[in-house]
Structures are given as structure tokens and as C-alpha cells.
């Protein structure tokens, strides 16, 4: 025998709940009762809730006790949809220092990185302290992948600010790095000469 399932007021059938009925939206169980959620002002109904009060603040403002409460942005901020922590970030282009957003100062060659907070200088240059400054490249040396140094051709090593020609001696070629050199096959280094390999003896 199959025995009817009695309803609160404010509620609805339901096979996912062992007592097989939940509220109704707007309501939510207390005991076996369904009471009216009671949403601050700047706030709205929601299931998922941390507190499971059924109701969370809308953008811009903080759940305290039982309203909903303003977070105090500052200028050149906006509000984050978590609410956890500050509540709020800095606009693009400009960095949080303690409780402001204070403007991103970028020089003369530099240009602003992708997390909108600071600045790096443009390929050719490299930072120093708050200025871009060029990077000067010697005879026989190229940017490097970087763009903020330089580095030497092949066959080339860097020596102070220039780049020197490796010394290569007779019967010799460029290593692979390209700043140095080895012995061509069937010679040995010998110091900065390179000698004919002797043939083992049978």
C-alpha cells in the first residue's frame, strides 16, 4: 500500500529528497516546515550559498550577519564577483598600494604587460631602474631572443662590450656553441694547436 505524502505549505513533490518534496523557491526547510527566505536589500535568491541562508549579495557589495554591505572601492577599482579578500581590484593600468590603485608609471620605450599592473621595455631595450634604456649592440653581435641583451655571431665571443673573433688554429673549425672552436676529425687539441691523431699500434 502506497501512503499519500503530506506537503507543507510552500512546497512541491520531489523524488530527490527522502522526504519527497522540497520548498519552493523562495523557501527553504526548516524542521518539516518550509520558511520564506528573507533576502537583504542588494541581494538576491541563490541555491548555492556558502552559509545556505538562500540568498547571496549582489557584485559590489559583502554579506555581513544578515544584510548586505557596500565594499568600499577606491578610485580606479572595480568590484570581483568573489567577495573574499578585498573585494575589488585595480583597473588596468594601475597597481594596488596598500588600500589604493595608484597609476603605472611606464617610460619612454616600455609599454604595459599583460597583467595590467606592471611595465616592461619594448624588444631593444632593457630596464633599468624606472627607465627603458637601448641596448647597444657591438659590431659582429644581434639581440638575443630576449630582446633586452645582446649576443655574438658565430665565430664570435663576447669580450667586455665587443665581440672578439675566436682564434682558430690550422686543421681546426667552430664548435657547435659557436664561441670556441675543436679539432677537425683526425686531429687532437694539444694545447692551442691541433696535432695529427697518432694510429694505434698493432
Same mark, same amino acid.
Given at each position: 500500500?502506497?501512503?499519500?505524502?503530506?506537503?507543507?505549505?510552500?512546497?512541491? @513533490?520531489?523524488?530527490?529528497?527522502?522526504?519527497? /518534496?522540497?520548498? +519552493?523557491?523562495?523557501? =527553504? =526547510?526548516?524542521?518539516?516546515?518550509?520558511?520564506?527566505?528573507?533576502?537583504?536589500?542588494? @541581494?538576491?535568491?541563490?541555491?548555492?550559498?556558502?552559509?545556505?541562508?538562500?540568498?547571496? *549579495?549582489?557584485?559590489?557589495?559583502?554579506?555581513?550577519?544578515?544584510?548586505?554591505?557596500?565594499? =568600499?572601492?577606491?578610485?580606479?577599482?572595480?568590484?570581483? !564577483?568573489?567577495? &573574499?579578500?578585498? %573585494?575589488?581590484?585595480? +583597473?588596468?593600468? $594601475?597597481?594596488?598600494?596598500?588600500?589604493?590603485?595608484?597609476?603605472?608609471?611606464?617610460?619612454?620605450? #616600455? &609599454?604595459? !604587460?599583460?597583467?595590467? !599592473?606592471?611595465?616592461? *621595455?619594448?624588444?631593444? &631595450?632593457?630596464?633599468?631602474?624606472?627607465?627603458?634604456?637601448?641596448?647597444?649592440?657591438?659590431?659582429?653581435? &644581434?639581440?638575443?631572443?630576449? %630582446?633586452?641583451? /645582446?649576443?655574438? !655571431?658565430? #665565430?664570435?665571443?663576447?669580450? @667586455?662590450?665587443? *665581440?672578439?673573433?675566436?682564434?682558430?688554429?690550422?686543421?681546426?673549425?667552430?664548435?657547435?656553441? %659557436?664561441?670556441?672552436?675543436? *679539432?677537425?676529425?683526425? $686531429?687532437?687539441?694539444?694545447?692551442?694547436?691541433? =696535432?695529427?691523431?697518432?694510429?694505434?699500434?698493432?
Amino acid at each position: 500500500m502506497c501512503a499519500a505524502i503530506t506537503f507543507p505549505a510552500n512546497a512541491h @513533490g520531489s523524488d530527490i529528497y527522502q522526504d519527497g /518534496w522540497e520548498c +519552493d523557491r523562495g523557501y =527553504k =526547510k526548516v524542521r518539516a516546515a518550509c520558511a520564506i527566505i528573507k533576502v537583504p536589500s542588494n @541581494g538576491y535568491l541563490s541555491a548555492i550559498s556558502d552559509d545556505g541562508s538562500g540568498w547571496v *549579495c549582489k557584485r559590489g557589495f559583502r554579506a555581513v550577519r544578515e544584510d548586505c554591505v557596500a565594499i =568600499k572601492i577606491p578610485a580606479n577599482a572595480h568590484a570581483m !564577483e568573489s567577495t &573574499y579578500g578585498r %573585494g575589488w581590484a585595480c +583597473d588596468r593600468g $594601475f597597481r594596488m598600494t596598500g588600500a589604493q590603485c595608484k597609476l603605472v608609471s611606464i617610460p619612454e620605450h #616600455g &609599454y604595459l !604587460e599583460d597583467t595590467g !599592473e606592471s611595465w616592461a *621595455c619594448e624588444r631593444g &631595450y632593457y630596464r633599468q631602474s624606472a627607465l627603458c634604456v637601448a641596448v647597444s649592440v657591438p659590431l659582429h653581435g &644581434y639581440l638575443n631572443a630576449t %630582446g633586452s641583451d /645582446w649576443a655574438c !655571431e658565430r #665565430g664570435f665571443r663576447r669580450t @667586455g662590450p665587443q *665581440c672578439a673573433m675566436v682564434p682558430i688554429p690550422s686543421n681546426a673549425h667552430v664548435d657547435f656553441n %659557436g664561441d670556441g672552436w675543436e *679539432c677537425d676529425r683526425g $686531429f687532437t687539441r694539444a694545447g692551442v694547436q691541433c =696535432k695529427p691523431r697518432q694510429a694505434r699500434s698493432e
